[in-house]
């Protein structure tokens, strides 16, 4: 018989606590903590169910970097998840303030620097002629096909800012989102300049988001990350935010494409001979930020920044002028 009187009064409240919680659902104390005792202990490779993730790289070669090549991948779209998470945390919240503004930019911030410094993993951690022969087997399936990646862009700024620069002037004031998406920029990258045709890699995508690309569009409309400083009242906060978003810009918009940039140089291109990306992607002029210049908050950059969008990183990184 367990002598009341030594029970810790914490553990007292908080079965008071525990029982005024099961009596909103109509359930009651007792059954609870009988359910509880004869519970199974909770192992960790459960919680994150080891055995299913490691079941999960299913290689189409014998190549043994393959699995280097898919692991990075899933691991980047586990990430991709990570920051889209915390984009709805910044969207759904209600009297948002600076700080929590902040606190959530910080952590995207880590996310996409783990991403673009992580890049080497792919640049010099596969063995050149194994990545040349197991990526024909991996056609016509791209990772510009990534769908997490296409709704972090259209969740971080105002759609008007992720079209083609060609035709930006021309549609600032089309509401029509259906007929607006036709132009967004990374559709370019996989269309044929010669014939304008469509790659079967961006009909697949097409087919399968479009219309989700669509209705996200208009869900983000007025939430997306710019939205929402633009409704924050200045405060301390406010500054430190700004510079936030300023470094979120380049880390996805310069970093992160240029470090794709520098593993396609080192794949894809041979004694000066560019070779296709496995969707027929057109790499060497989707990738560089000089060519699609996009930026998510040009309000927030000046004229001569803007001007030098990612050159600086191609001169230090790959040793060349440019961008």
């Known amino acids: 018989m367990i002598d009341i009187s030594n029970i810790n009064p914490a553990i007292i409240q908080k079965l008071r606590d525990l029982e005024a919680k099961y009596e909103l659902t109509g359930q009651d104390l007792m059954s609870n903590l009988e359910g509880l005792q004869v519970a199974n202990y909770l192992k960790y490779w459960d919680y994150i169910h080891l055995d299913t993730l490691l079941s999960l790289q299913n290689t189409r070669t014998d190549f043994a970097d393959e699995k280097i090549f898919i692991i990075y991948h899933q691991i980047t779209e586990l990430y991709f998840q990570l920051i ?107 269309t044929d300049e010669n014939t304008g045709k469509e790659t079967i890699t961006l009909q697949h995508f097409l087919e399968k988001y479009e219309e989700e690309f669509v209705d996200l569009i208009d869900k983000y409309e007025k939430k997306n990350l710019w939205q929402c400083y633009l409704k924050l009242n200045e405060d301390e906060s406010t500054a430190q935010l700004k510079e936030a978003l300023r470094e979120f810009d380049v880390l996805i918009n310069i970093n992160w494409r240029l470090s794709h940039f520098r593993s396609a140089v080192r794949y894809l291109k041979t004694k000066g001979v560019a070779l296709e990306a496995t969707g027929g992607t057109n790499w060497q002029k989707y990738l560089p930020p000089r060519f699609q210049k996009i930026i998510f908050y040009p309000e927030l950059w000046t004229l001569e920044e803007k001007e030098d969008w990612g050159r600086g990183w191609v001169t230090t990184q790959l040793g060349f002028g440019g961008g």
């Open 84 to 190: 889209l998470h915390e984009i709805q945390q910044i969207a759904t919240r209600q009297h948002l303030t600076a700080q929590f503004f902040l606190d959530k930019m910080l952590r995207i911030n880590r996310y996409f620097k783990n991403l673009a410094y992580s890049f080497d993993i792919m640049v010099d951690g596969m063995e050149f002629e194994q990545f040349r022969q197991f990526r024909m087997a991996l056609l016509p399936a791209s990772g510009f096909q990534s769908v997490q990646f296409r709704k972090i862009e259209l969740c971080a700024t105002d759609f008007i800012h992720l079209i083609n620069k060609d035709y930006q002037t021309k549609l600032t004031d089309v509401t029509n989102t259906a007929l607006a998406f036709k132009y967004v920029y990374w559709k370019q990258g996989a």
